[in-house]
């Protein structure tokens, strides 16, 4: 009963200096607002990126282009010797017919008719190839050379190219969008901790009066810190609803941007909200926290 | 001058069940042995004070400006500790009261300033509600007391008017109520007729006089002469931070 009491004298308390300084409150929140959603937009671009990059990934890591006409056998020991490397996950062995229909489905799918007339497909630099998948896309390197090697094979061609590239984009995005929003919450953190400063200062008569009357240091220091954690959940609640808001929106733009159904879905929502609530929350006790240490001295 | 008639009769409060724990008993409720506070800036505001304030006492505390008095109340609510010697309040050693106990000890203490220190946006019933509610006193306990304190300092008509809307001698008389919520052994009343005219401050003494009555150790400093004349009771003499005067059923100055 008695922490109930506790809970309930320091939560009204919060409400009541929330609004006591709404102007100052309310500013504080605006910036727990812009902080996260400038998180917002890093988590989902990064997102965005990491499935483009898994989705390379995924595909085929390694192929290799054979010779014509390689015998049958010639071709199964080089499949079980592909799959005995370290690092792939799959051998997959493409006909030229394969890969012939492939093409025409690149060409229906702009909206083209391929025709060859009567050319062979070795004349159009259609080969028969394997497709190497891998479980481990730094493996990359040592499968092609191990390949590379064979006479069966004519060229090997990864697309170690294309991840390291993204790969660079991404780390170059992460830490260009981690040192702004470290900024932001630094601005953030000064709005909180002068906020409550503030807040205790216009309360000073009541602090005096609570300790001479024998409050215990929690009834003065938690409704101060509540203030400064309700600052940062109504910035989390705003945030979230603004990312709810602009979520249906944004979806076609993210996948004319990454080329891929990037980050969609109600999970993807719950998880970013549950991102945006946490750190909404702990730069509200943290600045509090921090004004409340230094400014409400016993 | 006359002698006014408290608001609410000794007998009736005490059928009330209020100042129950108040009851006299040997141990003092204050002891100071060769008490001092030196600030850290240096300068030694008591000195080797030796006092011993028996439970029930009403004892004025006098002094010129300088003296030692707020420093010595200071001293009693741990606001400040001793630098030298010991002092015992409510029966716990301040220098060994633990950081979170303090709370608990100012409990046993209520205290009154010659300023009120109300809050202004608080009606009366909420300025004497607000140091049960933050004490983490029930809702229940807030609806009993409360009443029953404005009752004893005669507010009861009161309770709902702002503070700032009433006189200053009943101002005073909303901070007294608060200061006893929680039933303290020791009401410490720093001059607490210091801004009042000279008929409000008898009213005042009367009420101090009749929780004194009660039980509760009375300890008031003040420069009202008149008032210390007329009471004939403990008189403590600081001067330069020296205890220079104990005297019982004392005048303001030393008579001899």
Known sequence: MGFFRFIAFSVVRAWQGFWRNAMMSLATTATVVLMLVLLSGLYIVISGLNSGLEFIESKVGVTAQLVDNLPQASLERLISDAQQLPGVKAVNYVSPAEAMERLKAVYRARGQELNLGDQTLQKISIYASLEIQLADPKAADSVATALGDRPEVVQITTKQDEVDKLVGIINVIRTVGIVAIALVGLTVLFMIVNTIRIAVYSRSGEIEIMRLVGASDSFIRWPFILEGILCGLIGALIAIGLVAVVWDPIQPVMFDVFKLPVAVGARFLATLSALLLAVGLAVGAIGSWISVRSYLTA | ?256
């Open chain 2, 1 to 256: 001058m006359s002698v006014m008639t408290g608001p609410m009769a000794t007998d009736d409060l005490e059928s009330a069940g209020l100042f129950v724990s108040a009851q006299p008993s040997v141990e003092p409720v204050i002891s100071m042995v060769d008490a001092g506070v030196t600030y850290p800036n240096g300068k030694t505001a008591l000195a080797d004070v030796n006092v011993t304030i028996p439970r029930g006492d009403f004892v004025f505390l006098v002094g010129a400006s300088g003296a030692g008095k707020t420093t010595f109340i200071r001293l009693l609510i741990r606001e400040v500790l001793p630098t030298s010697g010991r002092v015992v309040v409510a029966g716990r050693d301040l220098l060994r009261v633990r950081r979170r106990d303090i709370p608990r000890l100012r409990r046993r203490i209520g205290i009154v300033f010659q300023d009120f220190r109300l809050l202004p946006a608080k009606t009366v019933y909420e300025n004497v509600a607000f140091a049960l509610e933050v004490t983490g006193a029930s809702g229940g306990e807030i609806r009993r007391r409360v009443p029953m304190l404005l009752n004893l300092v005669g507010l009861h008509l009161h309770g709902e008017h702002l503070s700032t809307q009433l006189s200053g001698g009943e101002q005073q008389r909303v901070a007294i109520a608060r200061a006893l919520v929680h039933d303290p052994a020791i009401l410490i009343a720093d001059e607490p007729t210091g801004n009042l005219d000279p008929v409000t401050s008898w009213e005042i003494i009367q009420l101090l006089i009749q929780i004194n009555a009660l039980g509760t150790t009375v300890l008031m400093a003040t420069h009202n002469q008149e008032i210390v004349n007329a009471m004939r009771r403990r008189v403590l003499a600081l001067e330069g931070g020296m205890l220079v005067r104990d005297e019982p059923e004392a005048a303001y100055e030393r008579e001899y």
